[in-house]
DNA sequence: CTGAAAGCGCTTACAG
DNA sequence: CTGAAAGCGCTTACAG
């Protein structure tokens, strides 16, 4: 392994120097540094970031928002898989500062990102974006934070964390296809609620079936009220041949409406919940694709480690974690 | 964070005595041992894992013994997460030696681990273990020596790594059912291999079956030479009502071979190959439940560093990773 | 713009 | 059985 110091030698020139073309120090001959960094990547000379990090005692500052939402399971998990990372890395002295604001005002989120970026000039900032434009402006102002977006993405020059819901959905549409009999239809509902997710899945959901077997569908029907509303429009629109059912958003409920009901369709749905575990375990759902946002979590608090005190970029700037399937059998 | 030196201080000794103390050095008197411990204990010191790594320099000797049997993408798989997990603690010197034997020949691999254990007193072994006692036997001898088994466990005592073939198989039951049409049956074959993974499988597959339909299956009908003799026994044994097909070994071959028959099963799989793969990709199986063995051998890497370099034990000494489900969907 | 030196928290010969 | 000291590969105030 090579080190500063054998650069140093060759160069006869002294560790220091060596250090500070390393790190982009300003008090640096042009030559100096041009000359030393074109022989540490001749030698291919890599920083020993243990070593950096025992030597480096300032902590970094990393802060992540994060958005309270009704699913509470969602951010629950998400910091758990912050907190893993975080662990992991403990003796780095990484420490990431979580900041909850509410998905309902955005501004809040700004306010407080700007305020941050203004006292502390964080190292890393992983956010959950809401008014992209703005943080997209201040991610501009401060070249020398990191910025990583988690589960929103801005443009193709912001590292991406995130999960692939258009996907999820094509997923549960595969899996409802090939559970459903022959000649049977599915009745699908949704809000005309904005949240990224859900319509994602819906569209994902809408795009598989209508590969395949387009006629299968009836709908979607679109209801504001859906959660309440439910109920009415099945009652209005079934017939013989509807065996599935499917909705992106408060599936779990409409389901347990039904089953009093006793309509029992066959239910492939999208995400977790308390409500979805239990229908899942009880057979009332067949099966669900899930966002594993506790990998999510880690993997971003991973990320953001790794670029800070290993330099890794990463190949790519887009780093999607996969979806998974559970059944009955893998719930756990 | 409480520091050797801290501890030092506060009992007015040297911190190479506190060192000696807490590597388990034989130069110490028993009570200045127990009083650093004790110490430590109360502070709730933890040793700097990165310290620790940047002042020792002798590589710690890690080897990992894999086997070759017939599915090349298994040892394939594992090697690269191992490899993942070197390249991860490289500044730390963690490397670790591959030492593949033949699955055929359990003796190879006893007589290399006891060749290493005798020439290199290696540090750390991890093993897909054939001769079970034996091994049991050697690692008895060297208790110094951390020991993980993969894929196969021994006994309690020694850690584990694996996954849960037996869980699979009901996986791959629970979705086969459901996707099944009413009233129809599964004819499951199989060869009276005593391959672990393949008899675990099965087992897991017809337990969860016979949990809920345990009429729809037909057979096991077992055969020595299945994958030549599959097609007879098809023929043989096909009735109108058979609408799924379930084997733990030569599934696919086998699916390839009803193809031509035109017989069109509803197919439910363990395992991953190739064949496999476009079998999905092609719509001639539905899905697949798998063992990312990639993943697995990621975990064991780590565990091993954990244990060797931040004296991680882990909470259990068993570590389950858990299998995939894959439709067309997410075949990737 | 450059270098000598101290220090991060540990380990480990060496001397006693 | 114990301690002073050198060293792992880096960073960074300090002096020049």
Redesign the interface.
Known sequence: MVTQEDIAKILNISRTTVARALNGSENIKKETKEKILKLCDELGYVK????T??ATKKQKKIFAFLIQSKNKYYSMELIKGLKKAEKEFE??GYKIEIIETNIDHPLDQLNQLQNIMKEERPDGIIIVPLLKEEIKNIQLRYPKTFFITLDVGIDESITYVGVDYF?SG??A???LM??M??GKKVLVLDTKDDRISSELYLKGFLS?INEEKKDIIVGPIYDDDLKNNALDIIKKNITKDIEGIYSSRFLADIIKKTKDLQLNFKVVGNGMSEQIYNLILNKNM??TVVEPWEEEGYAVGKIMFNYLYKNDTYNGKKYIV?????????LR
Do not use: G, H, Q, T
């Open positions: 020993n970031p243990i070593s990090s025992l003796f780095y996907k094509r997923m549409a595969d899996i090939n559970v009999s022959k598989r067949i099966a996969e979806s998974k399937i559970v059944f009955k059998e893998n």
